[in-house]
């Protein structure tokens, strides 16, 4: 979805190599799953837009550059904090699997965060960034998921995990909000 947001050839090749780093994540999950059972198969069939996550939501679609670079600096934190957890798993074949992607994830944050920043230069940018902010802020805080998730309190009680799906959700927003300041940009309610 990137790719034709992208404003010249350089930040085209960027969004394919980080493109080709997100279908790594995929056969890395793929593989420690079929470990234990689990067919992922179907989700190389399935549109972005089928998955239960996004179905009638619109924050997965970037319609800007500005939106690019908030989904990247902002976004995939989302994804970081959750990671940064499974390294720490109980289950030690999902806990190595993670350390490779949470390297790919830095790499990915540090390139929304140039592309924010650059953006930033100007009032018109920060105005972009605020509406791309703005816009996607409530698919980010739904990925967490209900924070009364009966769910996680279990896997965090199994050591799947370490945070429930509202601590950890709270430990994103201190993340992200100096970003988001930093940046000029108003933290959306």
């Given at each position: 979805m990137f790719l034709p947001l992208a404003p010249d050839a350089e930040e085209?090749?960027?969004?394919?190599?980080?493109?080709?780093?997100e279908y790594d994540h995929y056969k890395i999950g793929k593989r420690v799953l079929a470990d234990i059972g689990v067919d992922t198969?179907?989700?190389?069939?399935?549109?972005?837009?089928?998955?239960?996550?996004?179905?009638?939501?619109?924050?997965?679609?970037?319609?800007?550059?500005?939106?690019r670079g908030i989904f990247s600096y902002i976004g995939e934190e989302t994804a970081m904090v959750m990671?940064?957890?499974?390294?720490?798993?109980?289950y030690k074949p999902w806990a190595e699997a993670v350390r490779t992607i949470i390297l790919?994830?830095?790499?990915?944050?540090?390139?929304?965060?140039?592309?924010?920043?650059n953006l930033a230069r100007?009032?018109?940018?920060?105005?972009?960034?605020?509406?791309?902010?703005?816009?996607?802020?409530?698919?980010?805080?739904?990925i967490f998921g209900s924070p009364r998730s009966e769910r996680s309190k279990l896997a965090v009680r199994f050591g799947l995990r370490q945070?429930?799906?509202?601590e950890a959700r709270d430990i994103w927003r201190e993340k992200v909000t100096p970003r988001i300041k930093s940046l000029g940009l108003k933290v959306p309610e």
């Open positions: 085209r090749q960027v969004c394919a190599e980080r493109a080709v780093e198969g179907y989700m190389e069939k399935q549109r972005l837009a089928d998955r239960d996550l996004f179905a009638g939501h619109e924050f997965h679609t970037c319609t800007t550059w500005a939106e990671i940064s957890e499974f390294a720490q798993s109980s790919d994830e830095k790499i990915h944050i540090a390139h929304g965060a140039r592309v924010c920043r100007t009032e018109e940018g920060r105005e972009e960034l605020q509406r791309g902010l703005d816009r996607l802020w409530p698919g980010f805080v739904r945070t429930t799906n509202g």
